[in-house]
């Protein structure tokens, strides 16, 4: 009797604790209205099946949107009572972005279609999908479709993410989502990147083993793509199990001397010790201590991510032995720009008709192939993981991260070469895979073709960092040489050191490269250790730039450290080459018709001495469009207050030079020159769906927005050069936007536009107009015939 009360007192206590502990987890988030707290939405999916999540509307970009979710075979939208910011970050982060920036209310986006699937949704924001946040339940709402939610994500994908949102890949990433290599050898360990070594699977809090019974050079394959390499090595696996023979043969039969007493002599704990930091000895005691997480890998080869080959784990309470083999080991082959060995560097080279252009960090970019020797891009069309993996790996990276649709990295000019390609993924180039031509109907350039690659980890950006500024993005550059960190000076810091700065850190791009740092926090300011620094822009550390052996700074002071503003997305000035060679003509023009332009430089220095206002000047004229196909708006890097007026023509000047105007003779030397102060930047005209925001009437803001252009007549002032001293032959025209890089771009190498030119003394006929990267470098050299502009003077 006495058991029974006692079981009957603990059911009850059972019960009143259940009851108590309930109570208290849905009182976790305060309400302050009387209705009862929302309740976890009961999951839509299956526990194998993640909730879809997707961003819609229009206008928008790629990292914004309505959300939709999909529940029932149907898509849905949430509504934006109770939102916040912690909901967004926890719809961001399902979609593959690092967290979220902001998020909008009253169908910004536009009016979403069929259910309001969620509604009075609260996040605290660490949950893994929006349907762990409380809600009213899936269904239940009192909204309408003008009350659609949207997010904005800070546009940086989460590393190693894969999403059907974005690809197509069947990725559990609850299995395996972080894999490495551990070099056995000791001399490994201090070499970047890390090549060969035992694969080890993030588990739990640590990392555990493969079993190598079975493994293919396929798993091989697999692993340094992942990893960021192009090629995998077979493995010496018998230097390996020697390794581990000798190992087992010291630990079975240790030779020890001993005493008179039968104690270990002191001598022999001396050849103990150094008997174990041997590198058989460690690798055995080491894989002594293993965990075989996973017993057996079937990669196809084609897998961008080990977790999509097909494995088996270890069981729960099994053992975790391999008997019979050892912990799996991979060798991988880096690309050439990653190699240590110069010899091999020039052995391997990669693709020389596919690159990549637009990105902001190492190994992405939109896709484009050389055909005819005229470069074009890859329409989107079934663009595939698979696809984007064939080029990163001809272009020395590992397998592709993210295989991007919709010109996520910008949008290219030229010619549209592929669409609908259908890689299998062991293809050597994106030219041997099944593919479309199109014409001009099927694609156009906002479907253009980018890839994120997987690129070997360096340790870079641990020999640099940015400090003071208000940000993640901003601050004094300080570098680290020997065990040493202080600042760089800023005499000659122009935006392509900047550049390199924001690369190495993995920040994007550079938007100002800063000479005076003094407003910003000096607090911890170190002494100068590094000066005279000069890029080309490309590298992929500051150390690799040229820079003075011993520091020699003549404003040496903090407030002239260098510093930099580091950003996301960047502007893409580019001319529209054809138009030129179109609009082309000679204009003999009067003087007394050229006062203005004579009064801000635009013509040749001759002028000065003409008989004014009688007599004429012989103009090269041609309209100029300018597009900007980046990812940001190009601003001009003055602000309005410092903007010039100028009375003779009755606008602001926002940039003292936007672009050269220049004609060249055959050593590259000019011989008639133009520039073009910005009169004013604005939105001529945008590509459909894309609305103005620019435009310079009444001082208005200026700039270009992405996806429009800025159109400057044939017949406006200073839209010319002046040709009146030339004489005839043949020359080259070129035309440079942003010619002092005053304002970021994300990919200078097109700002410059040329022309084949033929003057006969009356007329003047332009062909092969291009961007200055349209041509293979054969066809350059057969269209330059020089080395190059040998000087910037008029000879």
């Excluded at 694969?199 to 394959?221: F, M, P, S, Y």
């Excluded at 023009?589 to 003409?610: G, N, Q, T, V, W």
């Amino acid at each position: 009797m006495m058991e029974k009360s006692r079981c009957t007192q603990q059911l009850a206590f059972n019960l009143l604790f259940g009851l108590w502990f309930t109570c208290c987890l849905a009182q976790t988030t305060p309400s302050n209205t009387a209705t009862p707290a929302p309740s976890p939405s009961p999951s839509p999916q299956s526990q194998n099946e993640r909730l879809k999540v997707r961003l819609a509307g229009y206008p928008r970009k790629h990292n914004e949107g309505r959300v939709e979710l999909f529940y029932k075979g149907e898509w849905g939208t949430i509504c934006d009572d109770d939102f916040s910011i912690s909901n967004a970050n926890v719809l961001c982060r399902q979609l593959g972005f690092v967290s979220a920036t902001g998020w909008t209310h009253s169908a910004k986006y536009g009016k979403g279609q069929g259910k309001i699937w969620l509604d009075n949704v609260l996040c605290n924001g660490g949950e893994k999908s929006i349907d762990s946040c409380k809600s009213r339940g899936w269904g239940n709402s009192d909204c309408t479709h003008d009350e659609d939610a949207g997010v904005v994500c800070k546009d940086e994908r989460i590393p190693g993410f894969v999403d059907s949102n974005v690809i197509d890949a069947f990725v559990d990433e609850n299995k395996i989502e972080e894999v490495r290599l551990r070099p056995v050898v000791a001399m490994a360990k201090k070499r970047l990147p890390i090549t060969e070594g035992v694969v080890e699977v993030k588990h739990k809090d640590g990392w555990a083993q493969i079993c190598d019974l079975g493994w293919t050079i396929k798993n091989t394959r697999v692993v340094c793509g992942m990893l960021g390499f192009p090629h995998e090595k077979k493995v010496n696996k018998n230097f390996y199990k020697r390794l581990k023979k000798r190992a087992a043969e010291k630990v079975s039969r240790p030779k020890v001397n001993v005493s008179a007493g039968g104690r270990p002599t002191s001598k022999a704990k001396a050849n103990s010790k150094s008997k174990q930091s041997s590198p058989g000895k460690r690798l055995y005691l080491e894989r002594q201590k293993s965990y075989f997480h996973v017993h057996s890998v079937a990669c196809t080869g084609t897998e961008v991510h080990l977790a999509a080959c097909p494995l088996e784990f270890s069981k729960r309470n099994a053992t975790s032995s391999c008997e019979g083999g050892m912990a799996a080991v991979v060798s991988c082959m880096p690309g050439p720009q990653f190699m240590q060995n110069s010899g091999l560097k020039k052995k391997l080279k990669t693709s020389s008709n596919v690159r990549l252009k637009g990105g902001a960090r190492l190994g992405e970019g939109r896709v484009e192939v050389l055909k005819d020797n005229e470069w074009g891009t890859v329409c989107d069309d079934r663009w595939s993981l698979q696809s984007a993996s064939v080029v990163c790996r001809e272009l020395g990276f590992g397998s592709a991260k993210e295989a991007l649709t919709g010109a996520r990295m910008g949008q290219g000019m030229g010619p549209i070469y592929m669409n609908e390609v259908k890689c299998l993924g062991q293809e050597k180039s994106i030219w041997n895979c099944p593919f479309k031509n199109i014409t001009s109907e099927d694609c156009q350039h906002m479907e253009d073709a980018a890839v994120r690659c997987s690129v070997p980890y360096m340790g870079l950006e641990s020999l640099i960092r940015i400090v003071g500024g208000r940000s993640n993005y901003e601050g004094r550059v300080e570098v680290q040489v020997g065990s040493k960190w202080g600042t760089v000076c800023s005499t000659g810091w122009t935006t392509k050191e900047a550049m390199v700065v924001c690369r190495q850190l993995g920040l994007g791009y550079s938007m100002h490269a800063i000479n005076e740092t003094w407003y910003w926090d000096s607090s911890n300011v170190t002494e100068m250790i590094m000066s005279g620094v000069k890029c080309t822009g490309n590298e992929m550390s500051l150390s690799q730039c040229q820079h003075h052996k011993t520091v020699s700074c003549q404003k040496s002071a903090a407030k002239f450290a260098a510093g930099v503003i580091c950003s996301d997305t960047a502007s893409d000035l580019i001319l529209n080459a054809p138009l030129v060679q179109q609009t082309v003509y000679i204009e003999d023009r009067p003087l007394h018709m050229l006062y203005c332009a004579a009064e801000e430089d635009c013509l040749s220095k001759s002028a000065a001495k003409a008989n004014w206002p009688y007599g004429h000047r012989r103009l090269l004229r041609f309209s100029s469009q300018i597009h900007n196909i980046g990812r940001a708006d190009f601003k001009p890097k003055a602000g309005r207050h410092s903007w010039v007026w100028h009375a003779c023509h009755g606008h602001y000047h926002s940039m003292d030079i936007f672009t050269h105007y220049d004609l060249l003779n055959a050593n590259g030397s000019k011989v008639a020159e133009g520039h073009k102060a910005s009169f004013c930047l604005e939105d001529t005209d945008c590509q459909e769906g894309v609305s103005k925001r620019y435009e310079c009437a009444n001082f208005g803001d200026q700039g270009i927005t992405v996806g429009c252009w800025d159109l400057y007549r044939h017949d406006i002032d200073c839209q010319w050069i002046d040709i009146t001293d030339v004489k005839p032959g043949n020359y080259i025209l070129q035309i440079v936007i942003n010619p002092n890089h005053e304002v970021a771009e994300s990919d200078f190498t097109n700002n410059a536009m040329k022309c084949n030119c033929k003057y006969d003394g009356h007329r003047i006929w332009l062909h092969n107009c291009h961007v200055g990267d349209a041509f293979s470098e054969e066809a350059e050299r057969r269209f330059e015939k020089y080395p190059g502009q040998l000087n910037n003077q008029v000879s």
